[in-house]
């Protein structure tokens, strides 16, 4: 079983739709897993049918039990947080801060203070129209993408497809360079990189490739938008060449992305034209690669 | 007055919409322009100015003395986050995992775990005469945003006054970074694309301003692609649509180059006077 993660530093480059094309022209050898937990998108154009879910809890929470506290205000001193609000004179935690460290209940007098698991989201296995299975997952409100609910998709994602003897896991990865990210990308075969020709699109792969090179991974990219700015596009080439990143295709700026997204449906499932050549093609430039 | 600029999906326009309105306005009046997309941040891609001040941010974390150690393993016990580790006669701190929380540090009987400082990234301040540009930047390998982001919003709490219209170029989605960076904003402006990826991480940001209670408003970037329903969705929930700013390619070509776009788009310096009458005529009122 071989792990592909599609990341891209910056969003709007067509990660997600390039991904979903990806998992139907793999078909049933591939298993999906989104780890785009925070803004997961790609059940948009696969049609998972949601069949099997399960809470996922992931740190703690505090509690003041109004019964017990005698508001001498210890736990208010040592919170780094601003955890504790005192309303009334009562000590009441504020949830949206808390950082579930648990410090003010070792130092409460009275054990006024429990710590519960708390439960930042869902995550979901469900059968696809490609015929395969997709993990996937809802983070909730505000909660810490710590990178765990990353992890646990993933791992659901590589124990489905070594039960079921499948070839691919291919990976929907998170935006940023931060701990989701970092989840993400453990364990990869082959990173495959998306990025746009402008300003903002290099300077984001030059952060997130910093990343990836940590993790000395072997690396493609993809030049989405190639020809709003060719210099940029060219700047682009320079730098993969000089990092011997697999520079696995140039993709033209064609509204059909939007299009296609917008019937639900994965660009080489809308478009007839070319574009879906050249994904096809990117497709089995990155199964060449992925060793 | 403290406006925060964010979407649940990324690669919406945010970017573009902090730039263009923080450049925009800076021809009315003082304005601050606060970068904190902090694991990749991009306005200053877009803003210039002179450098006025440069400084390096950091974290707190644990540092391990030997010698009054008596290895009695507290510190371990006490930390949630399975950053301080007792391996044998040694105790063992993992920085990226480590919340500053200073539990294991005061609670150490022999006070073993001094905290010292972890350089997690750094902030820069730019000036433009009317335009002040501050971008904070997490270290690559640094997993953290929120400390960052945290440290940031204070440096502009502290270095200018209440009353001075600053824009927040907040991170994407709707999880810790996002929260940080719009809880103290008394009005978030969410940026989508009338696509059904926009529609749907829309919905999302929606849900979690109004967890917040944040008053918001929406601005539909490339408009005229796609479909009308963010359009609907905003009428149905009585969302105010603060503007919309055309499908272009040739837009698509400045922002690639670095450039603003309401320069050359009157159709978007129109779209950024409704903005601006919007933040005039309701925010600031709803405020006094």
Avoid at chain 1, 26 to 50: N, R, S
Wanted: overall charge negative; hydrophobic content about 35%; proline content about 4%.
């Amino acid at each position: 079983m071989k792990e592909i993660v599609v990341i891209s530093g910056k969003g709007g480059t067509g990660k997600t739709s390039l991904t979903a094309s990806f998992a139907v022209l793999g078909g049933k050898d591939v298993i999906v897993a989104d780890c785009d937990v925070d803004a997961a998108d790609m059940h948009l154009l696969l049609e998972p049918d949601f069949n099997d879910s399960e809470d996922f809890y992931s740190g703690e929470l505090a509690h003041i039990d109004q019964n017990e506290c005698i508001q001498c205000g210890k736990c208010f001193d040592v919170c780094r947080f601003d955890g504790i609000d005192v309303i009334n004179g009562k000590h009441i935690v504020n949830t949206l801060n808390c950082e579930g460290c648990g410090y003010c209940a070792r130092v409460c007098p009275t054990e006024a203070i429990t710590n519960n698991p708390l439960n930042v989201g869902k995550w979901y296995t469900s059968s696809i129209k490609t015929g395969s299975i997709m993990v996937h997952a809802k983070l909730g409100i505000g909660a810490d993408n710590s990178g765990k609910l990353v992890a646990k998709v993933k791992n659901e994602a590589k124990e489905i497809a070594e039960d079921e003897f499948k070839e691919y896991v291919i990976v929907d990865g998170s935006p940023g360079v931060g701990c989701p990210v970092v989840s993400s990308l453990s364990g990869a075969k082959f990173v495959v990189l998306v990025t746009e020709p402008s300003v903002s699109g290099i300077h984001d792969l030059k952060r997130v490739y910093e990343l990836v090179k940590k993790f000395n991974l072997k690396t493609g990219c993809i030049i989405n938008k190639s020809d709003i700015n060719r210099e940029i596009t060219s700047e682009i080439e320079a730098f993969l060449k000089s990092e011997s990143i697999v520079h696995i295709s140039n993709l033209p700026y064609d509204e059909d992305f939007t299009r296609a997204m917008t019937n639900g449906k994965t660009i080489v499932e809308f478009s007839n034209n070319h574009l879906k050549k050249s994904v096809t093609d990117s497709w089995k430039t990155i199964l060449r690669n992925v060793t | 007055m403290k406006i925060a600029i964010a979407s649940g999906k990324g690669g919406t326009g945010k970017t573009t919409l902090s730039t263009n309105l923080a450049a925009y306005l800076s021809e009315k009046g003082k304005v601050v322009l606060c970068d904190l997309d902090v694991e990749e941040p991009n306005s200053g891609l877009f803003i210039g100015g002179d450098l006025i001040h440069r400084e390096d941010k950091y974290k707190m974390i644990p540092q391990w003395k030997e010698d009054e150690c008596t290895l009695c393993g507290n510190c371990q016990k006490v930390c949630n986050f399975h950053a301080v580790i007792q391996l044998g006669p040694s105790i063992m701190v993992f920085p990226e995992l480590c919340h500053s929380c200073y539990a294991c540090s005061e609670l150490c009987p022999t006070s073993s775990l001094p905290m010292v400082r972890k350089k997690v990234g750094e902030l820069v301040h730019y000036q433009d005469d009317n335009l002040h540009f501050i971008e904070s930047r997490l270290d690559i390998g640094e997993e953290q945003a929120v400390p960052l982001i945290a440290q940031t919003n204070k440096f502009i709490e502290d270095t200018f006054s209440d009353d001075i219209v600053k824009l927040f170029d907040s991170p994407p989605g709707t999880s810790c970074p996002v929260i940080e960076a719009t809880k103290e904003a008394d009005f978030i402006i969410l940026v989508t694309e009338p696509t059904p990826f926009g529609l749907h991480d829309l919905k999302l940001a929606v849900e979690t301003m109004r967890e917040l209670k944040k008053s918001f408003g929406v601005v539909i970037n490339r408009y005229g692609i796609g479909s009308d329903d963010v359009i609907s969705y905003c009428e149905n929930e009585n969302i105010p649509l603060l503007a919309k700013i055309p499908n272009s390619r040739k837009i698509a070509e400045l922002y690639s180059a670095g450039s603003l776009i309401y320069k050359e788009f009157p159709e978007v310096e129109k779209q950024l006077e409704n903005i601006h009458n919007f933040i005039v005529n309701e925010i600031q009122e709803e405020k006094a």
